[in-house]
Antibody
Framework: QVLLQESGPGLVKPSGTLSLTCTVSGDSVTSGHWWSWIRQSPGTNLEWIGDIYRGGNTNYNPSLRNRLSMSMDESKNQFSLELTSVTAADTALYYC????????????WGQGTLVTVSS | QSVLTQPPSVSAAPGQKVTVSCSGSTSNIGNNYVSWYQQVPGTAPKLLIYESNRRPSGIPDRFSGSKSATSATLAITGLQTGDEADYYCGTWDDSLSVVVFGAGTKLTVL
């Protein structure tokens, strides 16, 4: 059974940096899957943030690329997200997920963590 | 406004069949696989269909997916009250270079 668990601060100040970590169990982050971050603003649509693959290969949403950084810690079986210069528009439920096969298909999801951007 | 268009809501009685449509374009659905997700409020999305018409293990065959040109459809037969949820379609968009999702369809089992 593959499990993903997001962790990180639930409150970030405007213009600050949002940092989240996803801890994976039941699979290895170097297993050959891409690993993703997806967010969902309250009551609205799902938004793909980006993917990361072993070796540090990344694929980012162009609308977030200039503020986004993703990394992987193989020793801890984790991958992480950093989003800089946040605004209230970045307030959302953030999910980490495993990509199944081709891009855009997500077979395992974390439970999600709510991040609020507010002073 | 979402790149993929879904009806805001659908409804049907228990035991009946319902379909959820997802309309896109040649740059997304027309050239890529579609996946479908079920999201019960307060929980994470769950993969129902991948590669447009394949079910992950553990997903009942009451759920099926199809794709034709630039549209995809999720069908649910033998509706149960437990199927009440929001349903999302998703795919890759070649022009935008991004994974796109529909805005979701709320299923009500009357």
């Amino acid at each position: 059974q593959v499990l993903l668990q997001e962790s990180g601060p639930g409150l970030v100040k405007p213009s600050g940096t949002l940092s989240l970590t996803c801890t994976v169990s039941g699979d290895s982050v170097t297993s050959g899957h891409w690993w993703s971050w997806i967010r969902q603003s309250p009551g609205t649509n799902l938004e793909w943030i980006g993917d990361i693959y072993r070796g540090g290969n990344t694929n980012y949403n162009p609308s977030l690329r200039n503020r986004l950084s993703m990394s992987m810690d193989e020793s801890k079986n984790q991958f992480s997200l950093e989003l800089t210069s946040v605004t209230a528009a970045d307030t959302a439920l953030y999910y980490c997920a495993r990509v199944m096969g081709v891009v855009g298909q997500f077979d395992y999801w974390g439970q999600g963590t709510l991040v609020t951007v507010s002073s | 406004q979402s790149v993929l268009t879904q009806p805001p809501s659908v409804s049907a009685a228990p035991g009946q069949k319902v379909t959820v449509s997802c309309s896109g374009s040649t740059s997304n659905i027309g050239n890529n696989y579609v996946s479908w997700y079920q999201q019960v409020p307060g929980t994470a999305p769950k993969l129902l269909i991948y590669e447009s018409n394949r079910r992950p293990s553990g997903i009942p065959d009451r759920f099926s997916g199809s794709k034709s040109a630039t549209s995809a459809t999720l069908a649910i037969t033998g509706l149960q009250t437990g199927d009440e949820a929001d349903y999302y379609c998703g795919t890759w968009d070649d022009s935008l270079s991004v994974v796109v999702f529909g805005a979701g369809t709320k299923l009500t089992v009357l």
